[in-house]
């Protein structure tokens, strides 16, 4: 069974910055896009940042200019690097893998981000 665990959330103040990451169970040996999503309190889960294996990469109005994400393409996984953090960042944040098609094909059980002074 594939899983895919992220790491790196907490507790930040505003302004603050955190490296969020994903490992897998497997290594992935094709893949279309990674990448996270996020879902913000109140709210359906939302795209936060894409990356193809290639770099092309997509990110939400919201928080262009504040977060990068980059992979690792040895193992085919994201990271996301979020700077400048809003309270309105908090939610509980996402890693996925789409292997096949556009849509995502696995997920992480999501890891809690909290900006708050």
């Known amino acids: 069974q594939v899983q895919l665990v992220e790491s790196g959330g907490g507790l930040v103040q505003p302004g603050g910055s955190l490296m969020l990451s994903c490992a897998a169970s497997v290594r992935f040996f094709h893949i279309n896009h990674m990448g996270w999503y996020r879902q913000l309190p109140g709210k359906q889960r939302a795209l936060v940042a894409r990356?193809?294996?290639?770099?092309?990469?997509i990110y939400a109005d919201s928080v262009k200019g504040r977060f990068t994400i980059s992979r690792d393409n040895g193992k085919n996984l994201p990271s996301l690097q979020m700077n400048s953090l809003k309270p309105e960042d908090t939610g509980v944040y996402y890693c996925?893998?789409?292997?096949?098609?556009?849509?995502?094909?696995?997920w992480g059980q999501g890891t809690q981000v909290t900006v708050s002074s």
């Open positions: 990356i193809t294996p290639g770099g092309d990469t």
């Open positions: 996925y893998a789409a292997i096949s098609g556009p849509l995502p094909n696995y």
